[in-house]
Nanobody, 125 residues
Framework: QMQLVESGGGLVQTGDSLRLSCAAS????????MGWFRQAPGKEREFVATINWNGGNTYYADSVKGRFTISRDNAKNTVHLQMYGLKPDDTAVYYC??????????????????WGQGTQVTVSS
């Protein structure tokens, strides 16, 4: 089992920034593609960003492209999501996830094997 623990969420105002972190343990971190997803009340969980095993490739949802940056530190078994220019529509629980698939950018929830418990991000207008 891989354990994923998110941190860094909070209540911010429109235009503010936040940096989410996810600490992984229990499995070899570099064997996994990492992703961030989010789920707003009454909505399905949606893809936000993903990063391949060595950090060389990233992919973003159109809704966050240019505002969010995903990164990973394989020496520390962590993945981050730097969020700029936050909007009320970004309000959601943000989840970190790990996928054994390493050959493609993974954007589908069903292809992720492990999930964190989530961290709440609330953006006030």
């Amino acid at each position: 089992q891989m354990q994923l623990v998110e941190s860094g969420g909070g209540l911010v105002q429109t235009g503010d920034s936040l940096r989410l972190s996810c600490a992984a343990s229990g499995r070899t971190f570099t064997n996994y593609t990492m992703g961030w997803f989010r789920q707003a009340p009454g909505k399905e969980r949606e893809f936000v960003a993903t990063i391949n095993w060595n950090g060389g490739n990233t992919y973003y949802a159109d809704s966050v492209k240019g505002r969010f940056t995903i990164s990973r530190d394989n020496a520390k078994n962590t993945v981050h999501l730097q969020m700029y220019g936050l909007k009320p529509d970004d309000t959601a629980v943000y989840y970190c996830a790990a996928s054994r698939i390493r050959t493609i950018m993974v954007i589908t929830t069903s292809l992720y094997d492990y999930w964190g418990q989530g961290t709440q991000v609330t953006v006030s207008s």
